[in-house]
């Protein structure tokens, strides 16, 4: 099972105990199900749903060094086939000759890969499945090349004619024919954009990403390019119970960059380091719905999902070897700012300095110097704990920062959100973020 959840349309979940389709996407977050069962229909938010069972994925501390870097090893192979948005019978046969792999051993790594969308997935394990017919290289070489010649063309063949496609190649090739669960489970997970792309026509494909193009390198797709800094907040917070003052926090923020969206953040008292970043990546991936509930937030903050890549300060307190095998876990890239150029930071740097200017409007704060501050009694005046921050901090995000038009993008990062996750009636999202399905081990990882 994978470690993270389609919920684009098509794709099937679980809602109320119920195996449901995915019907519609009413919203970022509020979808239209249909049970597969009776055929009654539902609507569900994104907190709703969950894979049918937890994924089988190793903790990254449970696999020794030897493991990690064979399966390192193994992912380097078939890392440029799993980042195109397909591959061809071709692509393959040329990645296995480039770097000495049997065609068959390629296949295997990518179903893999594929059953856990996590590096983890490609060490190896007991088998527990013994007795239980696999598909062969063979028949998944069938499979890939009549989803890629038939069902991915203009001429738009039913699923019940690729399935029949498939049956026919393998019965003439003294092949197992693989069950129609099996190929309708493939079909169901080529992206929508994809299949859009392919089943429409190519100028699709090239909308998408044409009128979506940003100023920083690749950040042509929301989630594309994540980047993450921290600074030490003007603010003096005070504790929980005696209201006695503590003293200046950190914060470590996340922004989509396509967008400019907040994924997330991390607030503390202790310095900045990997932990504060990786910790911070957490609250960037994953749904914000406890999070909003925890601090009796009202507003909508609709943003999560793995990023390709997080841009990270060259700073020597964001490298942490746990930070890296965790992105290297769950297929992020981790790109460090080059040296002398700071303009590559310039987003994440220009939102915390809208933050601070914000600060200063809230009581307790120390300005930025003393100049500012002038007879301002920062300590006398401080009244917010940490928790009472973050919720002063998650209402100004949600229902101010995202909501207002953004100079650069000419909309408001939500609505540049929307317009890159899906689309518009001129250009073609990418489609929603998959949900990871295990929260827990994402925390622990």
């Not at 203009?154 to 003294?174: D, F, M, P, V």
């Not at 307190?317 to 965790?326: I, M």
Request: proline share 4%; glycine share 6%; net charge neutral.
């Amino acid at each position: 099972m994978k470690a993270t959840l389609n919920v684009n349309v098509g794709a099937m979940v679980l809602f109320d105990n119920k195996v449901c389709t995915i019907t519609a996407v009413l919203d970022l977050d509020t979808y239209q199900l249909r049970a597969n069962t009776t055929g009654a229909t539902y609507q569900a938010q994104l907190a709703d749903l969950f894979a049918f069972q937890a994924a089988d994925i190793h903790h990254v501390d449970s696999v020794s060094e030897s493991k990690w870097e064979l399966a390192q090893q193994h992912f380097d192979v078939i890392e440029p086939l799993i980042r195109q948005s397909r591959y061809t019978k071709a692509d393959v046969q040329a990645r296995a000759a480039e770097c000495g792999v049997h065609v068959s051993t390629v296949y295997r790594w990518l179903k893999m890969y594929r059953e856990t969308g996590v590096l983890t997935g490609l060490t190896r394990k007991q088998r527990s499945d013994k007795g239980v017919t696999q598909i062969s290289a063979e028949v998944e070489q069938i499979i890939q090349q009549v989803l890629e010649v038939d069902y991915l063309n203009i001429q738009r063949k039913s699923a019940q004619k690729i399935i029949t496609e498939i049956s026919r190649r393998c019965h003439e090739q003294n092949l197992p024919i693989p069950h129609t669960n099996t190929i309708r489970n493939r079909i169901q997970k080529i992206a929508p954009q994809i299949k859009m792309a392919k089943r429409l026509s190519r100028q699709a494909a090239e909308m998408k990403f044409l009128p979506l193009q940003g100023n920083f390198p690749n950040a042509d797709y929301p989630l594309a390019v994540v980047q993450i800094d921290h600074t030490k907040l003007d603010i003096i917070l005070v504790d929980d119970v005696y209201r006695k003052l503590i003293g200046r926090p950190w914060i470590t923020l996340a922004i989509d960059v396509f967008s400019r969206m907040v994924t997330g953040f991390y607030v503390s008292f202790d310095p900045p380091s990997a932990l504060s970043a990786g910790l911070c990546l957490s609250h960037s991936i994953l749904p914000k719905e406890s999070w909003l509930a925890k601090h009796e937030v009202k507003g909508r903050w609709a943003v999560w999902g793995l990023p390709r890549k997080i841009h990270l300060d060259n700073a020597k307190e964001f490298r942490g070897k746990v930070l890296e095998k965790a992105c290297q876990q769950y297929g992020i890239e981790i790109e460090w700012r080059p040296v002398a150029r700071p303009n590559f930071g310039g987003h994440i740097e220009r939102l915390l300095g809208t933050i601070l200017g914000e600060i200063h409007g809230v009581t307790g704060t120390t300005f930025s110097n003393t100049r500012e501050r002038q007879d301002y009694d920062s300590e006398e005046k401080a009244a917010l704990t940490l928790s009472e921050f973050e919720t002063w901090l998650t209402v100004f995000i949600t229902d101010v920062y995202h909501q207002r038009v953004h100079s650069a993008l000419g909309m408001s990062p939500l609505a540049k959100w929307k317009l890159g996750v899906l689309g518009d009636d001129d250009s073609v999202g990418v489609g929603l973020p998959e949900k990871v399905a295990d929260e827990t081990l994402l925390r622990l990882t």
